[in-house]
């Protein structure tokens, strides 16, 4: 019997008959005019490389019959131009989806026989592929959204202090308790009202119960909403009936476990891409329905439309 820890893909041919299967369930579809009349080309040698003396051999390659281009599954893709070969990017997906707390590139390196430099790009890239265009406001029908903040690491653009929490870097998590969907953002604005108001104004459906520590910021907003509840965590209140923020809480300690304990490190300008890549396994965990191997291609899902060059992985999504 095979064990469930064997690589599910084992070479580049199925590996990218995964992919295909993924992204056109219906057939090739051109990224260049979207048309589906095309035709697939045997398989060729490409010119000489230093890698590939005799010329590296090019598959899955697919001829438009419209706009007469060439294309494969990768093409419009974090994957695309890539040189490492497709099963190795597709277990590397997988361990980064399977590992509750994350995947460091030194592990992936070890693993995947590639460099460090390359192991640290392909991360970024498979986050990259993590990060949801799923605009839809949380809650709604009077469903609960817990909202609290916490901070990590330092903020680079302020002076050095070991005491001033205001001195290190925000994070804002939203929790849809319903749904199990988190969305995070970091939030180098000042935490007032106004500020506060235009995040969850633009996250949150207003027919929900808002639930919150007793911070000031939260008070103004949370007149907007269905209901505001808050739990008083300065006179060790934790939980009051179903008000509480555990919930939250629970996302937090899974996120700094990870960035302290297999991260280690993070540069300012990577966190919000970090931040994606909790938000992603949290909300397609496996209390949501999803083991490894679909959470793994619900990511796979995700690359089309996100190319990611070496000199844009110091971009990261912030509030």
């Not at 008959?17 to 009349?37: D, F, I, M, R, Y």
């Not at 040698?45 to 281009?69: F, I, S, Y």
């Not at 392909?122 to 993590?130: D, F, N, Q, T, V």
Request: aromatic residues 8%; glycine residues 8%; positive net charge.
């Amino acid at each position: 019997m095979t064990s469930i820890y064997e690589p599910r893909f084992t070479d580049e041919n199925s590996a990218r008959e995964h992919l295909e299967a993924l992204q056109w369930p219906n057939g090739p579809v051109c990224p260049h005019c979207k048309s589906t009349n095309a035709k697939r080309l045997p398989a060729q040698r490409g010119r000489p490389t230093k890698a590939h003396p005799d010329g590296a051999v090019r598959a899955g390659v697919v001829q438009c019959n419209d706009c007469r281009k060439q294309y494969s599954v990768t093409v419009g893709t974090v994957f695309e131009s890539s040189k490492i070969p497709l099963h190795k990017w597709l277990l590397a997906n997988h361990l980064m989806c399977a590992s509750k707390k994350g995947v460091s590139a030194h592990q992936l390196h070890r693993m995947l026989g590639v460099t460090y430099k390359t192991a640290w790009f392909m991360a970024h890239r498979i986050r990259e592929a993590m990060i949801s265009t799923d605009d839809t406001p949380l809650g709604g029908d009077g469903g609960i959204v817990e909202v609290d903040e916490t901070y990590i690491g330092r903020d680079q653009t302020k002076p050095k202090s070991k005491l001033a929490i205001h001195h290190m870097n925000r994070v804002v998590s939203l929790v849809d308790r319903q749904t199990g969907r988190s969305v995070s953002v970091v939030f180098n604005q000042s935490f007032g009202p106004k500020e506060v108001s235009k995040l969850l104004f633009t996250k949150i459906d207003r027919n929900t119960r808002l639930v919150t520590d007793e911070a000031r910021p939260y008070i103004a907003p949370g007149k907007q909403f269905k209901a505001h509840q808050t739990v008083n965590h300065r006179q060790k209140e934790y939980a009051r009936g179903d008000i509480t923020t555990n919930t939250v809480e629970g996302f937090f300690g899974i996120f700094k476990r990870g960035m302290r304990g297999i991260y280690q490190h993070c540069g300012q300008q990577h966190l919000g891409r970090y931040l994606a890549e909790f938000d992603f396994r949290y909300t397609n965990r496996i209390a949501n329905g999803y083991d490894d191997a679909e959470r793994a291609d619900v990511a796979l899902k995700g690359i089309v439309g996100k190319r990611l060059t070496y000199r844009r992985t110091d971009s990261a999504a912030t509030a």
